[in-house]
């Protein structure tokens, strides 16, 4: 009897740390990881990031969006802010599956727009963990099933860290002013994603500088 007040009371607890983000779903975990989740929610800075999209090429956070008040890292060539839709994801995380297609119809929707959609893969930084060895490689996989979303290479999964990616897929929508306005784990079959996304894509553009 106590074991088992034990254990829900353990369910509890990891609900309650689940609750500083919304829309919890299906996840799937990230095996034998032992960082800190942050708990980052929305309101909170987005931690910055540097991440490979070829070999020896970067995307930077910084490019895109920072705090009110600073200048973006390409101020003088890209002086327009960026909203930002930032996606961490695996080859083998199923629900991250069925989350993509999704993702894609809204990035096909605002490709042309203001604001940068990016897929951060984690799947290097995890293949060496409980039977993922065999995951196939993001850029390919990704391709075979239409998605053609800009995707950021995590391979020593330093933002994943950063961002608490314990739980995949895992989904930030970042303002102008670097700051996190909606934070989404797992995927849900009953909600509308593409139109809750849609529409606070909307409200960030609209947002004055």
């Known amino acids: 009897m106590l074991k088992n ?9 990891i609900t309650i740390n689940l609750g500083f983000t919304q829309n919890v779903g299906e996840v799937a975990v990230v095996p034998d ?5 942050p708990g980052l929610k929305p ?3 987005a931690p910055s990031w540097a991440l490979m999209y070829a070999p020896g090429k970067f995307e930077f956070s910084r490019t895109w969006t920072v705090e009110r008040g600073q200048k973006l890292r390409l101020f ?4 327009v802010r960026h909203p ?24 096909q929707a605002y490709k042309d727009k203001p604001v ?27 391709r ?21 990616a314990k739980t995949l897929p895992r989904l930030f929508v970042i303002d102008k002013f670097q700051t996190i306005r909606s934070v989404r784990q797992g995927f849900r079959e009953d909600e509308d994603l593409e139109g809750e996304l849609s529409a606070l894509i909307d409200e960030l553009l609209a947002e004055k500088e």
Request: glycine share 6%; net charge neutral.
């Open 5 to 13: 007040i034990f254990k829900w009371l353990s369910i509890i607890i």
């Open 33 to 37: 990881d032992t960082t800190k989740d």
């Open 84 to 107: 930002v839709v930032l996606s961490f994801f695996a080859t083998w995380c199923k629900p991250c599956m069925k989350e993509l297609p999704h993702l894609e119809n809204v990035y």
């Open 144 to 164: 075979e099933k239409g998605v053609t979303i800009p995707i950021l290479f995590d391979t020593r999964g330093v933002a994943k860290e950063r961002y608490g």
């Open 76 to 79: 003088m060539t890209q002086p």
């Open 116 to 142: 940068k959609f990016f897929l951060v893969d984690i799947t290097e930084a995890t293949r060496t963990t409980n039977g993922n060895e065999n995951s196939p490689k993001a850029g390919p996989f990704l």
């Open 43 to 45: 309101g909170d800075l």
